[in-house]
């Protein structure tokens, strides 16, 4: 008898398999990997679909990282995916500060990825959750192998979210410099 232990993201694919199989799944070829969508992505609703996504940037087991951080990104780059995407920001921003402070380093990248291409569709908007993630991006700025990366995103948060954005940052981060001085 085998037992099967699965993440939250890997039971809601398995939910939602019906409606998931239909409109999307992963396309493999020997060097690039791509989802495939039978109906556009802009038809899908981002409530559950986008939140599910977030959540699975926290998976390390292929292909659910693959279908996590793609779909995320590809949901993120619809039209109107800001209008879509702010109403969910108090439930979006819990889950990518739990792959912010996730102890492996793919998935903290992950969500620092997920976290900057969600701060080019909302702008301004994630700034009143941005103290929520400022906490594990400062704890990662002084680890050598993340200083780049996280200084990096700090800079796109800045410039995505204004000067608002900017005392924001300093009141966490006080070493941070800004990207339009």
Request: charged share 25%.
């Amino acid at each position: 008898m085998k037992i099967y232990c699965f993440t939250a993201f890997q039971k809601i694919l398995v939910l939602k398999r019906n409606s998931l199989q239909r409109d999307q799944w992963l396309v493999h070829g020997s060097v690039k990997h791509k989802l495939q969508w039978d109906s556009p992505p802009e038809s899908f609703p981002f409530d559950p679909l986008v939140i599910t996504l977030a959540e699975g940037l926290r998976e390390t087991k292929h292909p659910y990282t693959f279908v996590a951080s793609v779909g995320f990104k590809e949901l993120l780059l619809v039209e109107d995916a800001a209008k879509k995407a702010i109403p969910l920001l108090p439930r979006l921003i819990p889950v990518l500060k739990a792959a912010l402070a996730h102890s492996e380093a793919e998935v903290f990248n992950r969500g620092l990825n997920g976290l900057v291409q969600l701060s080019a569709v909302v702008g301004p908007s994630l700034n009143d959750h941005l103290k929520l993630l400022l906490t594990s991006l400062s704890k990662r700025l002084m680890e050598k192998q993340f200083k780049e990366d996280v200084t990096t995103a700090l800079q796109k948060l800045e410039q995505h979210g204004g000067k608002e954005c900017l005392a924001i940052i300093k009141s966490k981060i006080p070493t941070y410099c800004s990207v339009f001085s």
